[in-house]
């Protein structure tokens, strides 16, 4: 992967999400037998200092992704209109946070999991002050990291995993004391590529 750093602009996220490659068509939402839909939301917080990337510690109790890295998200519930809407539901069910303090700029590509759901990442600005309330049960802990520190290539490595079966490889990143990998790792590589891609054909343009 390159390594120019990217730091990109607001207007530049803006531009990126109103490509119509972006767009998740209609169908996509659609249930079928084999596939689960989902969301999460991609929170990037609007700070003083630059973007971050709002991320949750999940509980070690629990069944599935227990103590996993994660953005606020789940599957679809009957009466969730879109992704958007699971989404922002999901992230105030789990962290509280505000639907009034997101701006959805857009959806990213579906991504399927070995779990057999199919999750659409949201991609939202969020406007502090966060008065953050976690759902005990599944979310230990949040944080954030800078924008940057995500997209930049240096910070992302291949590892894998081989419990029983054929070995499986993801990407994977340190923060201070998070380990980040699997779904959420592959979600925030796309948005990497995404990203860059965008920023390298405006340079070029």
Do not use: C
């Not at 990037?44 to 070690?60: E, N, S, Y």
């Amino acid at each position: 992967m390159n390594s120019l750093i990217v730091s990109p602009s607001i207007q530049q996220l803006r531009a990126l999400f109103r490509r119509d490659n972006l767009v998740v068509p209609e169908k996509g939402w659609l249930e079928s037998p084999a596939e689960k839909p989902a969301a999460v939301l991609v929170p990037l917080v609007l700070r003083p200092t630059g973007l971050t990337v709002l991320l949750t510690q999940r509980t070690a109790h629990l069944n599935d992704h227990a103590g996993q890295v994660s953005f606020p998200g789940g599957h679809r519930d009957p009466e969730d209109k879109d992704p958007t809407a699971t989404a922002l539901r999901e992230a105030w069910e789990e962290v509280g946070l505000a639907p009034s303090q997101v701006e959805v700029i857009g959806w990213m590509p579906e991504f399927p999991t070995i779990t057999g759901f199919r999750v659409t990442p949201v991609v939202g600005l969020v406007t502090p002050p966060l008065n953050l309330k976690l759902d005990d049960f599944e979310v230990a802990d949040v944080f954030e990291v800078p924008l940057p520190v995500m997209l930049d290539p240096a910070n992302w490595r291949r590892d894998s995993l081989d419990k029983s079966g054929p070995k499986r490889q993801f990407w994977a990143m340190h923060w201070q004391s998070h380990y980040i990998w699997g779904a959420t790792a592959g979600m925030l590589v796309n948005l990497m590529h995404l990203l860059r891609a965008h920023i390298e054909l405006e340079a070029g343009a």
